[in-house]
């Protein structure tokens, strides 16, 4: 760690190269907690849905098929939306494949994952599950192989009460009440050299926008998701913002940012991810308000961050199949998290918070096996990785509005990253129950950090919890077998007196510290 200053740092002598100072004030508001920011994914990928979330021949399936262990950690990981059936997968899906008696529905190949898929879940067993899971569900159309109409057709299908075709075809099909589902993505990743229907920005744009403009015929109060890019090193990255936003701004509430970050051996570097993350958002919210600029709109476009998370893509585990290897639900993505990718997790997190204002809708990628906090065994035990902790702990959490922290912090220099806050924190206040939460993540690969912070702008305050995500090995994983060995902590060394507030945080750890609030 260097013993320079952020570059957005108060010049301080009074506290040592690794103290952090923060100053918590409830009337630092960046905007509220949005129980959208805690969404995550299932796609038609892996054995996310079979085996993941559905597995019918499971000693704990229920009688639609779905495993109720799993059910059981969505419900305890917090999860608000869930994106649906993909990623890669929808943009070659037929989603009438998927409805009807499941002994009549084709099986498929899946060109994204070339894998096979015999379509035993679609539309209304996600819905379904969703209910049961207590989340909402966020569909995805495919503007890949398919246009406006099919788009139209799935939205009928899902939402019209009942008197037409589709409507009374989903009530044959046993879903009587319409599914509701008010989040749609126009499309996944159209920028993507590898997406099935890959196109130019322009075409797209013109797609999406006449998609959009239809559907909101049938609803116009749908909140819909124009495909931003895929990624912050996509070559068409800001250009391809700006030519989808010139062509919908009108008729999308959201555009989609996707991004992943891997552990390419270099711990300090993979640690600098949530600030990564941080440079994406603004780089992204330059290129919408550009937009309403030039269009001297009134109307403010914002950010759906429906797939971030860590995904080690070089690994093995990522090589789909090839040649004549079609099989059903194989092992893909199934990556096994260490503390240090909880760490980087939770500071992603904290990041999607500390833009509540910009960022409306996240959804880790993805819930179940695939780059997952939830892992099954096929027949066997469901358990979780260590990326669960951070997250569900978060989403219970976090509550009220989203505080912005004055922070002076130490600097980092990580071998490609440089001149990164060694703090990264985020604080939330819920006036209605009286608390606040501090969450906080130390990036230092080798050295603790004290965190220093003023809180008596919160007023008369206690301590209720204080846990702290952190291993002497940041490279231990947790497994079927020992899950549990190293879980969050209390973290013994808080301390609060009069209105400050101090914690010793070790490096790569995450940090929550909750604290009752006299008003
Ligand atoms: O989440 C895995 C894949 O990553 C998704 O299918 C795709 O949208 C992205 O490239």
């Not at 002994?103 to 994204?112: E, G, H, K, M, Y």
């Not at 702008?457 to 079927?480: C, F, H, M």
């Amino acid at each position: 760690m260097g013993n320079h200053q952020s570059s957005d740092a108060r010049n301080d002598t009074a506290h040592t190269a690794n103290t952090a100072k923060v100053t918590v004030d409830p009337a630092f508001v960046v905007g509220p907690v949005r129980r959208k920011t805690f969404g995550a994914f299932v796609e038609h990928l892996g054995r996310c849905v079979y085996t993941g979330i559905f597995e019918p021949e499971h000693p704990n399936a229920d009688d639609d098929g779905f495993r109720t262990d799993v059910l059981e950690l969505t419900r305890e990981l917090g999860v608000s939306t869930v994106r649906y059936p993909g990623g890669n997968f929808v943009s070659g899906y037929r989603w009438e494949d998927g409805v009807g008696p499941a002994d009549q529905r084709p099986t498929r190949l899946d060109l994204a994952w070339h894998s096979t898929d015999p379509n035993l879940v679609g539309v209304d067993e996600f819905a379904k599950w969703s209910a049961k899971a207590g989340v909402e569900p966020m569909m995805a159309v495919n503007l890949g192989t398919r246009g406006t109409q099919e788009a139209l057709d799935i939205l009928e299908y899902c939402n019209i009460k009942g008197g037409t075709a589709l409507s009374e075809q989903r009530k044959a099909n046993g879903a009587v009440e319409p599914h509701r589902i008010t989040m749609w993505c126009l499309g996944n990743e159209m920028d993507g050299f590898w997406q099935i229907g890959h196109k130019k920005g322009t075409e797209y744009a013109r797609l999406a926008a006449e998609t959009a403009r239809a559907m909101r015929m049938i609803d116009p109060k749908l909140e819909l998701v124009a495909c931003g890019s895929s990624g912050p090193g996509m070559p068409t990255f800001g250009e391809w913002e700006r030519v989808v936003l010139s062509e919908t701004y009108d008729v999308v509430d959201l555009i989609s940012a996707h991004q992943y970050f891997e552990d390419h051996g270099d711990l300090q570097e993979h640690l600098s991810a949530g600030y990564r993350m941080d440079l994406f958002i603004k780089d992204i919210v330059s290129h919408i308000d550009h937009v309403k600029s030039v269009k001297k709109s009134t109307k403010q476009v914002n950010i759906s961050f429906d797939e971030w998370n860590v995904w080690h893509a070089s690994r093995a585990e990522s090589k789909v199949p090839s040649g004549d290897d079609w099989p059903v639900a194989p092992a893909l993505l199934e990556d096994r998290y260490t503390v240090a990718d909880a760490v980087v997790v939770g500071d992603l997190l904290i990041t999607l918070l500390r833009n509540t204002d910009r960022v409306h809708s996240a959804s880790l990628a993805q819930l179940v096996n695939v780059i997952a906090p939830i892992m099954t065994e096929p027949g066997g035990r469901a358990w979780k990785q260590t990326t669960f902790h951070p997250f569900a702990l978060t989403s219970r959490h976090a509550a009220g509005t989203v505080l912005n922290l004055a922070i002076e912090s130490p600097s980092i220099d990580a071998e490609k990253t440089t001149g990164f806050s060694a703090l990264s924190a985020v604080a939330s206040y819920d006036a209605e129950s009286g608390e606040a939460v501090v969450f906080a993540v130390n990036r230092s690969a080798s050295e603790a950090l004290t965190l220093d912070a003023a809180v008596g702008g919160l007023g008369a305050a206690r301590v209720i919890e204080a846990v702290t995500y952190s291993n002497k090995d940041p490279y231990w994983q947790a497994t079927a077998d020992d899950s549990t060995s190293v879980l969050p902590a209390e973290n013994v060394n808080v301390k609060l007196d009069g209105g400050r507030l101090t914690a010793e945080l070790p490096a790569v750890s995450w940090t929550m510290i909750r604290l009752a609030v006299e008003s």
